[in-house]
């Protein structure tokens, strides 16, 4: 006899926790949540603009599901998740919700390339957002962008004007202006010559040189689709790999 469907509230239930890593991974509110997307889409959606909303104590310290309907909304891939992920991952207490800052720099492009809806300035706010968290902002330059050109959902013109624009915008990190530095060389804008040169005369970064950036530019075979760049899949899956 097969199992009663779970309620929307039980599936939610399943899918909260405080920390990533806090119990089994619930697959069957999993299966169960993707086989009625529609109806699931909505208050999965809604819990994202809780958390939003919410203040940075809630925000760090509450149970909350959205650490793992990231990865839901990743494997169904559907485009009116992408302004909703692009405000979460705007948050300074997502990026960096304790024990999860990792996972979402190993997988949070991954995700944004998923839902993409050809708009990419969501993506660009956030880097220009100084009180946005420096991973998120490094993950969408370096790898999110990228991604994105790779797969000719955002041409490399857009890219080369917004690295021009940003330049005055990205503030102190090193490690953004790493992130600002390994895109223009990734999809191989060697115009940006100048400008690399003169953020390094500027102390931008804190350990990159001339050679790297002109060394990538000299190979673009060295940034070939690989496995950072693959397609997401299955949020089971997914969720295993970063469990294990």
């Known amino acids: 006899m097969a199992s009663p469907p779970l309620p929307p509230g039980k599936i939610l239930r399943s899918l909260t926790r405080r920390y990533f890593t806090d119990g089994r991974i619930p697959k069957r509110a999993l299966q169960e949540a993707s086989r009625r997307r529609e109806e699931l889409l909505p208050l999965f959606l809604s819990e994202i603009e809780k958390f939003i909303s919410a203040s940075s104590k809630v925000q760090a310290e509450s149970p909350t599901p959205v650490l793992l309907i990231f990865f839901v909304l990743g494997d169904w891939g559907d485009q009116r998740a992408y302004r909703p992920l692009a ?40 880097v220009r957002d100084l009180k946005a968290h420096k991973i998120a902002r490094h993950n969408i330059l370096v790898n999110a962008l990228a991604m994105l050109e790779h797969r000719e959902k955002v041409d490399r013109e857009t890219v080369a004007n917004f690295l021009i624009d940003v330049y005055e915008q990205l503030g102190d990190e090193p490690i953004v202006w790493l992130g600002w530095a390994s895109l223009a060389a990734r999809v191989g804008l060697s115009a940006l010559r100048p400008l690399v040169v003169q953020a390094i005369a500027e102390e931008r970064f804190d350990d990159f040189d001339i050679e790297e950036f002109d060394d990538a530019i000299a190979q673009p075979g060295s940034h070939e689709l690989n496995e950072d760049f693959s397609t997401f899949g299955d949020a089971y899956e997914e969720m295993k790999a970063q469990f294990e």
Do not use: Q
Request: charged residues 25%; proline residues 10%.
């Open 87 to 126: 405000r979460l991952i705007h948050c300074p207490e997502f990026t960096d919700h304790p024990g999860f800052e990792s996972v979402f720099d190993m997988v949070g492009h991954r995700v944004i390339a998923a839902v993409f809806d050809g708009d990419p300035e969501p993506l660009f706010e956030i």
